[in-house]
């Protein structure tokens, strides 16, 4: 991954590089997970996203959405809504049934249904973990949407037969420069704070934020898919074999990906997160990017800088 | 929208399926007018017994007391039909689609065998609601029949799939041989309710007497009734099913057949 510099705008003292973030056709799902409080549906959902930070080595970027009100779910209780990432619709699909099935299913009061209910593409869930019902499974059909009732020692889980599948965006990203690593993590923080409350996105990594940015391959491994971004990496400014794309004063990077369920949300996270971390100890704002080769989605950090102004 | 209004009572059944928006949307007055209807075995026509208004619309309006004219609505799939008054015998029958509000009463086989749509009965209705007709296997298949009064015999016979709501009390054999869907009996049933049913849930707020060959389960509040609660309460009928207002008894049978249906049975913590 690199960064084509050009020239830069500054806002509130920081750097922003004139540059994009590149990002990835993708497939996402939205699941809509329910239970009697707000605490076990949270749960539910943490387990589900969890292991779920790229598709590089989990199969799938997984994080939750929002969480939901009793009159934004579809059995009035309180929720979590999950979006999943994925290449494909079929390894979606195998994405849902194994964290639906060992995750939810097992928690204790949950129900799940589909988030994306407009979407023309359907992939099958509750329609294979019913067999965990051995038979002894019933469904309900309502609305035109089917339920299977699956009984399970502490009484019934109910999960939707099929769930939605859309075409998605997954890689947009920021890359925070600063002074030191306190000065990074803040604004890290203060970024993923804002850009957590945009609805269609997620931020899979651990807290919203990545620390080991990776470049495509490996420079000395080449059975490696992907390796540390040395480029990016302070300690190894210098070192002969890296050609470092940090400014002098930058002694710590964090990273921030985002996957959307389309491109104006993703926008729109990458507005509010760029001015969020524009705050002391920031040396400058970049993105990562592959030099437009790879992505087909671009998002140019001056357009997105000019939206946040407005 | 086209009116139609009962002139006079006819003396024996009209039979009358052109009373539907898939016959009469494309037609000018004229033809209204001049649509068959059969009085017994004698052809006539719809303005030998209905003063027609309006024309070219999937909007229909029967206003009298229409309680002889069968088969109205038959096998509609879309439009609305609403009847100021009493309907007849098969009203709905077949139906996959559209809305018939009726404001009084309806007679027996309402919505025989229908797959989709919407029905609505202010008043009540005879027995074999959405059942199979004599000699088939499977009733209603789809959609949803709202009555707000009582209702007869053997509702929801052989029913496979939708949703029956009674808000009064209902007749002896309420889902007999039912093989799946949902029937909501908000003032309970007589006697032999869900005889010889293999699948579907019958949920009743009253308590009711049940054949021996069902057998109870366990009480709790399924999650799946919390999607009927939201459903039915958009169609103004309410159904409990918060924790602390009470539980439902689960019974499952009837294991004469054996069958894997269910009957849950509302039990407030006020009782």
């Not at chain 1, 604004?187 to 957590?196: G, K, P, Q, W």
């Not at chain 2, 005889?195 to 009743?204: H, K, L, N, P, Q």
Request: glycine share 14%; net charge positive.
């Amino acid at each position: 991954m690199t960064g084509e510099r050009g020239a830069s705008l500054e806002r509130r003292g920081v750097r922003v590089v004139d540059t994009f973030a590149e990002a990835f056709d993708m497939c996402a799902a939205r699941v809509l997970i329910t239970a009697n409080s707000p605490a076990w549906a949270r749960t539910a959902a943490l387990c589900m996203t969890g292991f779920a930070t790229s598709v590089i080595g989990c199969k799938v970027e997984a994080g939750i959405e929002a969480e939901l009100f009793p009159d934004q779910t579809p059995d009035g209780r309180s929720g979590a809504s999950v979006l999943l990432f994925g290449f494909d619709a079929a390894g979606l699909a195998n994405r849902l049934v194994e964290r639906v099935g060992q995750t939810v299913l097992t928690c204790p009061t949950t129900a799940c249904f589909d988030g994306l209910p407009q979407a023309a593409e359907r992939v099958i869930v509750g329609g294979l973990l019913r067999h965990f019902g051995d038979r002894f499974q019933s469904s309900k059909f309502l609305e035109g949407q089917r339920y299977w009732r699956i009984p399970v020692m502490e009484g019934e889980f109910l999960i939707q037969e099929t769930f939605g599948v859309q075409k998605a965006i997954g890689g947009g990203n920021l890359l925070i420069l600063a002074t030191d690593q306190n000065a990074a993590l803040a604004a890290a923080e203060a970024a993923v704070d804002v850009m957590r409350k945009v609805r269609g996105v997620i931020l899979p990594f651990p807290g919203g934020i990545v620390r080991a940015g990776s470049k495509v391959g490996a420079k000395r491994y080449k059975k490696m898919i992907a390796s540390t971004n040395d480029a990016y990496c302070p300690t190894l400014r210098g070192r002969a074999g890296v050609t470092s794309e940090l400014p002098e004063g930058v002694n710590s990077v964090l990273e921030i990906v985002v996957d959307g369920l389309d491109r104006p949300a993703i926008e729109n996270a990458l507005s509010v997160g760029i001015d969020a971390a524009c705050r002391p100890g920031v040396v400058e704002i970049s993105a990562g990017n592959y030099g437009g080769k790879l992505g087909k989605h671009h998002f140019r950090l001056h357009s997105l800088l000019s939206e946040a102004s407005t | 929208m086209i009116t139609l209004t009962l002139k006079e009572q006819p003396n024996v059944p009209l039979e009358a399926e052109v009373l539907s928006p898939d016959a009469m949307a494309a037609l000018a007055n004229d033809a209204i007018r001049a649509l068959p209807v059969y009085l017994g075995k004698k052809l006539c026509r719809v303005d030998d017994f209905f003063a027609v208004e309006g024309e070219a619309s999937d909007e229909l309006k029967i206003c009298g007391d229409a309680r002889k004219v069968k088969w109205i609505g038959r096998g509609m799939t879309c439009g609305r039909i609403t009847i100021v008054g009493n309907a007849g015998m098969h009203l709905g029958a077949y139906m996959t689609g559209g809305a018939i509000e009726v404001s009084g009463n309806a007679s027996d086989w309402l919505g025989g065998e229908m797959t989709g749509g919407l029905i609505r009965i202010r008043g009540n209705a005879g027995g074999q609601v959405g059942a199979a007709y004599r000699g088939s296997r499977i009733g209603m298949k789809g959609g949803t029949i709202l009555i707000e009064g009582t209702a007869g015999l053997e509702v929801g016979m052989r029913m496979k799939r939708g949703t029956i709501v009674v808000g009064g009390m209902v007749r002896d054999f309420a889902g007999l041989e039912m093989r799946g869907g949902t029937i909501v009996l908000l003032s309970g049933a007589e006697i032999r309710t869900g005889a010889w049913m293999m699948r579907g849930t019958i949920v009743s707020l009253k308590p009711i007497p049940l054949l021996p060959s069902f057998l109870y389960a366990s009480t709790y509040n399924p999650t799946f009734l919390r999607l009927y609660a939201k459903h039915l309460g958009t169609l103004g009928f309410t159904i409990p099913y918060e924790e602390q207002d009470g539980a439902y008894q689960r019974y499952t049978g009837d294991t004469s057949i054996p069958g894997k249906g269910e009957i849950l049975i509302w039990k407030s913590v006020k009782a």
